[in-house]
């Protein structure tokens, strides 16, 4: 694997790193060494994931690397061990000034993401790398517990207790084992996600819970969903030590809400009357088992009281006649709590007595409800903070008090309930916790974080180190058009007050209608909520059969259960032979616009529909852009955004969300449209992500949109070499085995690799250019097939193209005006792809001096070429001189006698015409090194001599054709350097090469060694005289762009490449 040293460390990469990579390790680095914390955005398919491991594991090496340095420096007494390495240079990058002194205190990195699913994915990262750090997985009972007693529990907190339970009266085998198990090489040294884990346990019959803790404490790299990061309790309960490590927040575009939600509460009358249910069921239980004296009845009655006072406190709340409920500081939750007879003296007694109530609930089969978890919480993270207020509104919901005859019916009214709300309105709270917890640096990365600088100060916590990566696409792989006004003309505009009425629903219908015709496979169409997205296919009922009958429409459910159904549904749809594709229909923030993969077909093209802006007259929404102004005018506006500007970067970060759908890797390619008129809005264009905005244009005309994204896909199609195999990054840089296609030009391959193995037993005939070998039969019914040809054109053409294709044909054959024919050729063929075929068949009654120009017109438009060679632009007198000139060119030679025992070089004993054959050799690879020089940089071009010639003397091709794959496909541009390097491969590895030519770049190799070839033929290079020079010693040849030494390879590499079996 290729290593590259990044401010002064030495990174192993799975292969050569596109720029943007390197730029992003580069950060990552300087935030570790420097041990502040860092913001960075690269969009999806730009290997962001892999950055982070590789560049934080070879800094920890490179810690560990410092400490040993330091150890063997104090043993020298200054003398030093490698005299061409000094001390001073181990470990230089890491500027700690207080380094530790023993391996143990090398910091520990810790892997946070949205999900376990997103974590598999990172860890399966992991192990397509060259680093096997120790690794550890966290997760909950729920997922990990495999005793089957406790799994068969409802309730999550039945698990748990019952759980603690068993662990301490160790009456669970699973959990004894673990000791014992702990030390098994198996799975120390493993790299394991949370599936692998649950595997290794049941085969050890050791409990993957209390496993993964005990990993934990050896781990290099501990993953984990990041709630178990933010909130204090999960902090707690996973015993989780963070002083000193490096703290990774993958898919961070998530945090802020998860910091607000995790230090936010709700406690409604449906909690509070199931608690005091909960707690009668104690009660009842209790007086059948009295003599076990297990509860302590009199204090569950006080629990009873103090729950039905805090339900009184809360509905004595007056609130407002405009049902927006009261908003109070949130010291308020002391007042109200005080009422109940919640203190500071009475706390700790009352959470040590729901303790007991869970405990004694968890081993029975009673399914302990979520009010007393709600109210741990509450009572546990009750404090003074200006972030927290307290809310007090009437209960919407459905769920209502529980009608009971007992002692406490009298608590159930007839009136609706209050829910009161403890919300936290600053992400800043938590982040200053997790930093208070003395970790070193902080990293929050994901694709969409833009704007960044609302990003930052909504953490309240610095970030000296900023980074918005671009992509690892080129221009004509992304289209991006914002089409304010429909095809009618109509304004679209998703506005509160435009969005329902009945002119917008049906621009956009006529809009989405249109698009659809043009794009091709999937198609993501987001709404801003779920209202618009129903009121609008409630209004489209009379055109929804026209759409349906370009492309099958799915709507995204809200049922979370059908969900991935519907999905399935809509993947199967794409891949059907049948089909023109789909169209998917979400909303902004839901389940489809994180999380699901809609790389190439699953995803050619985005709509989005309009600004999904959040409620503005919900509560929790109206109270956060208060306390944003609130904070901003206290603050002199240098800490806190604005309450409209969070409103507005919302709005934008959920757009960006679902722009990230499309264009997932290198190869893909897609369409973006922003089909609302707010976004000729400069602010709102310059919130979206930093790859997309150059390439924003206006439309201010539909039909131009249409034609410009219809040019823009068939262009596309044509010219990105697409993957079509789901395969990993590693083997879409450099595949290694691909099937063997099983052909008459392969079979003849490799019955030539035999007769070459078995040592020359052979006649083989050389000849100075392989094309030449073949003979052309000349009684062949050239006009016959010109006859055959235009029937098949009238018979797939309209009476109208078919009577332009023959006016084009008779002007051309006057004129000679090669334009006037392409452009009336190409208008003809080109409407419907099954008639691409007959353009490139054109190819037979283009003149000459036009076929080459003709052939890369048909590959630039159709994605195939006509089979061009050097020779169709020659005159048929020029052709049959050449012939004859080949044919006396060839002679037959024993191998024995010539190959020098099956040597890897000729003898001497060659005629002039292999002498001249040997030096076309060398003077094309002189000229293809030249060009490689002049096509690459510095770096890369380095890399691509040092894989030749380690290639020449070790034969590894794998190693070979990683770097040099790596270096020739950054660009489409490259692509010939690629194609042209087969005349350096040698002939066991030239089918291999063959195929990844074709997989690379769409076409096989030797294109670019032809087009040399004819620009050789009209150079005024005189090749006879070349030969002369090269049989008199070569110096001229040599001073070619050859380095030392690798003469003969570029000799043998041609040479061997034009051997065929007679």
Same mark, same amino acid.
């Given at each position: 694997?290729p290593?590259i040293?990044l401010?002064?460390?030495?990174?192993?990469?799975?292969f050569q790193?596109y720029a943007?990579?390197?730029?992003y390790?580069s950060?990552?680095?300087?935030c570790l060494?420097k041990?502040v914390n860092?913001i960075l955005?690269?969009?999806?398919?730009?290997?962001?994931?892999?950055?982070?491991?590789?560049?934080?594991?070879?800094w920890?090496?490179h810690?560990?690397?410092t400490i040993?340095?330091?150890?063997?420096?104090?043993r020298m007494?200054?003398?030093?061990?490698?005299?061409d390495?000094?001390?001073?240079s181990?470990?230089?990058?890491?500027t700690d000034?207080?380094?530790?002194?023993y391996y143990?205190d090398?910091?520990?990195i810790?892997?946070?993401?949205r999900?376990?699913s997103?974590l598999?994915q990172?860890i399966?990262?992991l192990?397509n790398?060259v680093y096997?750090p120790k690794v550890?997985?966290?997760?909950?009972?729920e997922q990990?517990?495999i005793?089957?007693?406790?799994k068969?529990q409802?309730s999550n907190?039945?698990?748990?207790?019952?759980?603690r339970?068993?662990?301490?009266?160790r009456s669970?085998?699973?959990?004894n084992?673990?000791e014992?198990k702990s030390?098994?090489?198996?799975?120390t040294d493993s790299?394991?996600d949370?599936?692998?884990l649950?595997?290794?346990?049941n085969?050890?019959?050791?409990?993957p819970?209390?496993?993964s803790?005990?990993?934990?404490?050896?781990?290099?790299?501990i993953f984990?969903?990041?709630n178990?990061l933010?909130e204090s309790?999960?902090?707690?309960s996973h015993?989780?030590?963070l002083?000193g490590?490096v703290v990774?927040?993958?898919?961070a575009?998530?945090?802020?809400?998860?910091c607000e939600?995790s230090?936010?509460?709700d406690l409604?009358p449906?909690?509070?009357a199931?608690a005091m249910?909960?707690?009668?069921v104690?009660?009842e239980?209790?007086?059948k088992?009295?003599?076990?004296n297990?509860?302590?009845?009199e204090f569950?009655?006080e629990?009873t009281?103090?729950?039905l006072?805090?339900?009184?406190?809360?509905d004595?709340?007056e609130l407002?006649?405009?049902?927006k409920?009261v908003t109070?500081e949130g010291s308020y939750i002391?007042?109200l709590?005080?009422?109940a007879?919640?203190t500071?003296?009475?706390?700790?007694?009352l959470?040590e007595s729901l303790?007991?109530i869970l405990q004694f609930?968890?081993?029975?089969?009673?399914?302990?409800v979520?009010a007393?978890?709600?109210?741990?919480?509450?009572?546990?993270h009750?404090?003074?903070l200006?972030f927290l207020?307290?809310?007090?509104?009437?209960?919407?919901s459905?769920?209502?008090?529980?009608?009971?005859?007992d002692?406490?019916?009298?608590s159930?009214?007839?009136?609706?309930g209050?829910?009161?709300s403890?919300?936290?309105?600053s992400p800043?709270?938590s982040?200053h916790?997790?930093?208070?917890?003395g970790v070193?640096t902080i990293?929050?990365t994901?694709g969409t974080?833009?704007p960044l600088?609302?990003?930052?100060?909504?953490?309240?916590i610095?970030?000296p180190v900023?980074?918005e990566?671009?992509?690892?696409i080129d221009?004509?792989q992304?289209?991006?058009?914002?089409?304010p006004?429909g095809?009618?003309?109509?304004v679209?505009s998703?506005s509160?007050?435009?969005?329902?009425?009945?002119?917008?629903?049906s621009?956009?219908?006529?809009?989405?209608?249109?698009?659809?015709?043009?794009?091709?496979?999937g198609?993501?169409v987001?709404?801003p909520?779920y209202?618009v997205?129903?009121?609008?296919?409630v209004h489209?009922r009379?055109?929804?059969?026209r759409?349906?009958?370009?492309?099958?429409m799915f709507?995204e459910?809200?049922?979370?259960?059908?969900?991935?159904e519907?999905?399935?549904?809509y993947y199967?749809k794409?891949?059907?032979?049948?089909?023109s594709g789909a169209a998917?229909l979400?909303?902004?923030r839901g389940?489809?616009s994180?999380?699901?993969?809609?790389?190439d077909?699953?995803g050619?093209?985005?709509?989005i529909?309009?600004?999904p802006?959040?409620p503005?007259?919900e509560?929790?929404v109206?109270l956060k852009?208060?306390f944003l102004?609130e904070m901003r005018?206290?603050?002199?506006g240098a800490q806190?955004?604005?309450?409209?500007e969070?409103?507005?970067q919302?709005?934008?970060?959920a757009?960006?969300q679902?722009i990230?759908?499309?264009i997932?890797?290198?190869?893909?390619y897609g369409?973006i449209f922003?089909?609302?008129n707010r976004?000729l809005n400069?602010?709102?264009?310059?919130?979206?992500p930093?790859?997309?905005?150059p390439?924003?244009?206006?439309?201010d005309?539909?039909?131009?949109?249409v034609r410009?994204v219809?040019r823009f896909f068939?262009?596309?199609?044509?010219?990105v070499?697409v993957f079509?195999?789901?395969?990993n990054?590693?083997?879409?840089?450099?595949?290694k085995n691909f099937?063997k296609?099983?052909?008459?030009?392969s079979l003849?391959?490799?019955k030539r690799l035999?007769?070459e193995q078995k040592g020359?037993?052979k006649?083989i005939?050389?000849v100075?250019?392989?094309?030449?070998?073949?003979v052309t039969d000349?009684?062949?019914?050239k006009?016959?097939r010109a006859?055959?040809?235009?029937?098949?054109?009238?018979?797939s053409?309209s009476?109208?193209?078919?009577?332009?294709f023959?006016e084009?044909l008779?002007?051309y054959?006057?004129t000679?005006?090669f334009?006037?024919?392409l452009s009336?050729?190409s208008?003809v063929?080109?409407?419907?792809?099954r008639?691409?075929?007959l %353009?490139r068949? +054109?190819?037979?009654f283009? @003149? $000459? !001096? /036009? #076929?080459k120009q003709f052939?890369?017109? *048909? =590959?630039?438009? &159709?994605g195939?070429?006509?089979?061009?060679?050097p020779e169709h632009s020659?005159q048929r007198?020029?052709?049959?001189?050449?012939?004859?000139?080949?044919?006396g060119?060839?002679?037959?030679?024993?191998s024995?006698?010539?190959?020098?025992?099956g040597g890897?070089?000729l003898?001497s004993?060659?005629?002039?015409t292999?002498t001249l054959s040997?030096?076309t050799?060398?003077?094309l690879?002189?000229t293809y090194l030249?060009d490689?020089?002049?096509?690459?940089?510095?770096?890369n071009?380095?890399?691509?001599l040092?894989?030749?010639c380690?290639?020449?003397?070790?034969?590894n091709?794998d190693?070979?054709v990683?770097v040099?794959?790596a270096?020739?496909?950054?660009?489409?541009?490259?692509?010939?350097? %690629?194609?042209? +390097?087969?005349?350096?491969? @040698? $002939? !066991? /590895? #030239?089918e291999q090469f063959?195929?990844? *030519? =074709?997989?690379l &770049?769409?076409?096989?190799?030797?294109?670019g060694?032809k087009?040399?070839?004819?620009q050789g033929?009209?150079?005024?290079?005189?090749?006879?005289?070349v030969?002369?020079k090269a049989?008199?010693?070569?110096t001229e040849?040599?001073?070619a762009s050859?380095?030392?030494g690798?003469?003969?390879l570029?000799f043998w590499?041609?040479?061997?490449?034009y051997l065929?079996?007679?």
């Open positions: 694997m290593k040293v401010n002064g460390i030495t990174v192993d990469f799975p790193p943007c990579q390197e730029a390790m950060r990552v680095l300087d060494q041990k860092g955005e690269s969009p999806t398919g730009t290997g962001k994931t892999l950055c982070l491991l590789c560049s934080t594991l070879a920890r090496e810690f560990k690397d040993s340095a330091r150890k063997i420096a104090q007494n200054g003398v030093e061990l490698f005299p390495r000094p001390m001073a181990w470990g230089n990058a890491a000034a207080d380094i530790p002194a143990t090398v910091p520990k810790i892997y946070a993401s999900t376990h997103q598999a990172v399966s990262e192990k790398t096997r550890c997985v966290l997760g909950s009972r990990l517990c005793n089957p007693e406790v068969k409802e907190h039945m698990q748990i207790y019952m759980c339970m068993k662990v301490t009266s669970c085998h699973f959990y084992n673990v014992e030390t098994e090489k198996e799975l790299i394991m949370i599936e692998d649950v595997k290794k346990g085969k050890h019959r050791a409990c819970y209390y496993l803790r005990s990993l934990k404490q050896q781990a290099d790299i984990m969903p990041y178990y933010l309790k999960s902090r707690r015993n989780l030590d002083r490590t990774i927040l993958d898919e575009h998530n945090v802020e809400k998860l939600e230090s936010s509460f409604t449906y909690d509070l199931s249910d909960a707690i009668n104690v009660l239980e209790q007086a088992v009295v003599q076990q297990e509860i302590n009845a569950n009655m629990v009281k103090i729950l006072q805090l339900e009184n406190a809360i004595a709340v407002p006649g405009n049902e409920g109070k002391f007042d709590f005080a009422e007879q919640i500071f003296q009475t706390k700790s007694s959470l303790e007991q609930l968890s081993g029975r089969k009673y399914k302990i979520t007393f978890s709600t109210l741990l919480a509450i009572w546990k009750v404090t003074s200006y207020q307290v809310h007090i509104h009437l209960d919407t459905n769920q209502r008090k529980k009608q009971r005859t002692l406490w019916s009298s159930v009214t007839k009136t609706q209050k829910i009161l403890y919300w936290c309105f800043g709270y982040m916790e997790l930093a208070r917890q070193r990293i929050l994901s974080l833009s600088s609302s990003f930052t100060m909504e953490m309240q610095p970030f900023c980074l990566n671009p992509h690892v221009k004509h992304i289209w991006v058009g914002i089409i006004k095809p009618d003309g109509a679209l998703s509160y007050d435009k969005r329902f009425s009945e002119e917008y629903l621009s956009l219908g006529k809009t989405i209608g249109n698009l659809v015709r043009v794009i091709p496979d198609l993501l987001f709404f909520s209202p997205m129903d009121k609008s296919l489209w009379v055109c929804w059969s759409i349906e009958e370009v492309k099958p709507v459910p809200r049922n979370k259960d059908t969900f991935t519907v999905m399935d549904a199967d794409i891949v059907c032979p049948k089909s998917f979400a909303v902004c389940k489809a994180e999380g699901l993969d809609f790389a077909t699953n050619r093209g985005v709509i529909t309009g600004l802006f959040p503005r007259m509560p929790r109206v852009m208060d102004d005018k206290k603050s002199g806190f955004l604005s309450g409209r969070w409103y507005s919302q709005a934008s970060r757009v960006n679902a990230g759908r499309v997932r890797h290198r190869h893909d369409a922003l089909c609302d976004f400069s602010d709102v264009r310059g919130k979206l930093s790859w997309v905005r390439y924003v244009k206006v439309y005309n539909f039909g131009h949109a410009d219809s068939r262009v596309a199609q044509k010219i070499s079509r195999k789901r395969l990054k590693r083997d879409q840089i450099y595949p099937a296609r099983l052909s008459t030009l003849q391959y490799e035999a007769d020359g037993k006649k005939k050389i100075s250019n392989p094309q030449a070998g073949k000349p009684t062949e019914p006009k016959m006859t055959s040809f235009i029937a098949t054109v009238k018979e053409l009476q109208l193209n078919y009577d332009v023959s084009a008779k002007q054959k006057m000679d005006d334009s006037a024919m009336q050729m208008g063929f080109l409407e419907d792809q008639n691409h075929i %353009l068949e +054109f190819y037979q283009v @003149r $000459p !001096h /036009h #076929k052939d890369e017109a *048909c =590959r630039s438009l &159709t195939e070429g006509c089979g061009y060679k020659l007198g020029e052709r049959e001189m050449m012939a004859k000139e080949a044919e060119s060839s002679s037959e030679l024993n024995e006698l010539h190959l020098n025992k890897s070089h003898t004993g060659l005629s002039s292999n040997r030096a050799a060398g003077l690879s002189s030249s490689v020089k002049k096509s690459l940089d510095r770096n071009y380095s890399s691509f040092d894989a030749l380690t290639y020449k003397k070790t034969d091709y190693a070979m990683a040099i794959a270096v020739t496909t950054e660009k489409p541009e490259l692509f010939h350097l %690629l194609q042209r +390097f087969h005349i350096f491969i @040698r $002939p !066991h /590895h #030239k063959r195929q990844l *030519c =074709r997989d &770049t769409g076409t096989s190799c030797g294109e060694e087009k040399l070839q004819q033929a009209r150079s005024p290079l005189d090749l006879a005289s030969s002369a049989e008199n010693g070569g040849m040599k001073a050859c380095p030392p690798w003469e003969g570029f590499g041609f040479r061997n490449s065929f079996v007679p």
